[in-house]
């Protein structure tokens, strides 16, 4: 942890140090962002405030550092001492439900996804930052509406700050070599390119353990890419339909095709698996590939590496849903219009922009304007990550977003509900019953 001071900038990392030196540099590339004219909110910050923030580890080392020196620049502008903590990924809900519940600890915190949701009663307002903000950056993006409003309200509860995609990423060699140009958007082509592949010796992998990205992005995408879905519009349990039937068969021949492990992978380990030759395709964020390309040992592997989009299948669009950082702040605050303020100033393209840059495409823009970042024309294969934050699905799709679906996402209804099939343990038909009865007894509850 870190504490930054107008005295204590000297005593900041070499790291952060030289973050905030390719801050200033990426500033000049900010001032393209076009902005609007817009009132900024009435926030006169407390007397003597001090801020504690709590959000997830990076995954980028650049992410950390600019959001370091982001938050020095605020101290330096206001005399708010902030300290940023960074904990794992698996660790952030449970340390937002402890704040929560107890009404003590950090100020604000950044989460996943629909967290404000689920502790709403808890939370400060955001309704003036947001509307500020959406108007002086061309509006908020689709899912950052979803995720930030109260459901049927206009009242924002949180601030997402950007989305993590997890497209294909595909050794081109590999697929080219079993007759395939691209993996393909149907569900009887994308089997044929997986089996083949398995032949070949250069098999596809997924996760099917409980990982909090690449585990739910999967299983999801098996259910939502054959029109199923957990809950219904208006809130009640859905999953047990002839479309997750028919998803979970398809995954047992999908499963067949995958390298051994599978069932126990985290979200670390499909990037351990392609890095080293033991995975040809699989599903993740823009950090494998930079990993991959800033390594001389790996560099020949990004070079072979593309990026898509999950396939359609018999859906309209791909259907994945960005891992979406939100940021809240709590009532237990003694200094909520420093928290909100803090924000703000985050938000404005001075800071978030050269975040944005930093960031190499992990985490995509959740307004309009930052769209045009010169990030997305860094590098041809990054800008397939630009438009997350547009994909009409989210955690809990269809029914409305609230702590019921947050708990369902929390317990792995879809993850383990996919793995009982692919394990043999269960068949389709007995997977999506159980999934029933799980989701059911927590939604009866809301």
């Given at each position: ?54 959000r997830p580890v990076r995954f980028v080392q650049p992410d950390e550092d600019t959001f370091r020196a982001n938050c020095a620049r605020f101290t330096q502008q206001t005399g708010v001492e902030v300290r ?45 930052v947001a509307e500020y903000i959406g108007k002086r950056y061309g509006g908020w993006l689709a899912l950052a509406q979803k995720y930030g409003k109260r459901h049927g309200t206009n009242n924002w509860i ?156 018999l859906a309209s669009s791909s259907p994945m849903a960005g891992l979406t950082l939100n940021a809240m702040v709590f009532k237990h605050s003694r200094f909520p219009n420093a928290s909100k303020a803090l ?104």
């Amino acid at each position: 942890m870190t504490k930054f001071t107008r005295r204590k900038t000297l005593g900041l990392s070499a790291a952060a140090i030289a973050a905030m030196a390719m801050a200033e540099k990426a500033q000049a590339q900010a001032s393209a962002i076009p902005v609007a004219d817009a009132t900024a909110p009435n926030l006169p910050i407390e007397r003597g405030a001090t801020l504690r923030m709590l959000r997830p580890v990076r995954f980028v080392q650049p992410d950390e550092d600019t959001f370091r020196a982001n938050c020095a620049r605020f101290t330096q502008q206001t005399g708010v001492e902030v300290r940023v903590d960074f904990v794992g990924w698996e660790d952030i809900t449970q340390q937002t439900a402890v704040t929560a519940n107890t009404g003590a600890g950090p100020d604000l915190i950044i989460g996943f996804n629909e967290s404000p949701h689920v502790y709403v009663d808890k939370l400060v307002e955001l309704t003036d930052v947001a509307e500020y903000i959406g108007k002086r950056y061309g509006g908020w993006l689709a899912l950052a509406q979803k995720y930030g409003k109260r459901h049927g309200t206009n009242n924002w509860i949180g601030l997402p700050f950007g989305a993590s995609g997890g497209p294909l990423v595909w050794r081109k060699s590999a697929v080219n070599a079993v007759g395939f140009e691209r993996p393909p958007e149907d569900h009887a082509g994308y089997l044929d390119l997986c089996r083949k592949l398995k032949q070949a010796g250069k098999p596809a992998g997924f996760a099917l353990g409980n990982a909090v990205g690449d585990g739910n992005g999967f299983a999801n995408w098996v259910v939502w890419s054959h029109n199923g879905f957990l809950v219904n519009e208006d809130g009640s349990v859905g999953v047990n339909s002839r479309e997750t039937v028919a998803a979970l068969t398809y995954l047992k021949d999908l499963y067949a095709t995958f390298i051994p492990g599978t069932l126990s992978w985290g979200d670390v380990s499909n990037n351990r698996a392609y890095a080293s030759n033991e995975c040809w395709l699989t599903a993740n964020g823009v950090s494998l590939y930079f990993a991959l390309k800033n390594d001389p040992a790996t560099r020949a592997i990004a070079e072979d590496s593309e990026h898509m989009l999950l396939p359609k299948g018999l859906a309209s669009s791909s259907p994945m849903a960005g891992l979406t950082l939100n940021a809240m702040v709590f009532k237990h605050s003694r200094f909520p219009n420093a928290s909100k303020a803090l924000l703000q100033f985050l938000l404005e393209r001075e800071q978030y922009d050269p975040w944005l840059q930093a960031n190499l495409g992990y985490w995509a823009q959740p307004l309009e304007a930052y769209g045009q970042s010169a990030v997305w024309n860094s590098d041809p294969k990054v800008s397939i990550f630009r438009d997350t934050m547009k994909n009409p699905y989210w955690i809990g799709y269809k029914g409305p977003i609230s702590e019921a679906s947050a708990q369902a996402n929390a317990e792995y209804i879809m993850v383990q509900m996919c793995a009982s099939v692919a394990s043999g343990q269960a068949t389709p038909e007995q997977a999506a019953r159980e999934a029933e009865r799980r989701a059911q007894r927590i939604f009866r509850r809301r």
